[in-house]
């Protein structure tokens, strides 16, 4: 069964900074890319990150500066710090990630969401 398990949400206060981290677990070769999504309330999901390699990322204009994922591969992990937070940040947060398997089959998984508050 392969998973990705996300932490790190939570209630922060406006201008304040949270770090989110998914772990993918189960029978992986490797990871060919992971990234970060998020929903708010009434509107689409929408992209956020994703990286490749440490010298490959791609960021939304809206997290752009405020944001950085990172990629620890020892631990099948991916970051993103969240910093100088604003309400409109206020959304269910997704990790997804495109998984090659030990039977060297590729997939793609989204984690289960984790919520980050933030008031103002």
């Known amino acids: 069964q392969v998973q990705l398990v996300e932490s790190g949400g939570g209630l922060v206060q406006a201008g304040g900074s949270l770090r989110l981290s998914c772990a993918a677990t189960?029978?992986?070769?490797?990871?060919?890319?992971m990234g970060w999504y998020r929903q708010a309330p009434g509107k689409q999901r929408e992209f956020l990150a994703s990286?490749?390699?440490?010298?490959?990322?791609n960021y939304a204009d809206s997290v752009k500066g405020r944001f950085t994922i990172s990629r620890e591969n020892a631990k099948n992990t991916v970051y993103l710090q969240m910093n100088s937070l604003k309400p409109e940040d206020t959304a269910v947060y997704y990790c997804?990630?495109?998984?090659?398997?030990?039977?060297?089959?590729?997939?793609?998984?989204w984690g289960q969401g984790t919520l980050v508050t933030v008031s103002s």
């Open positions: 997804t990630a495109v998984l090659i398997l030990t039977s060297r089959s590729t997939i793609a998984v």
């Open positions: 990286v490749r390699s440490s010298t490959n990322t």
């Open positions: 189960g029978s992986i070769f490797s990871i060919n890319a």
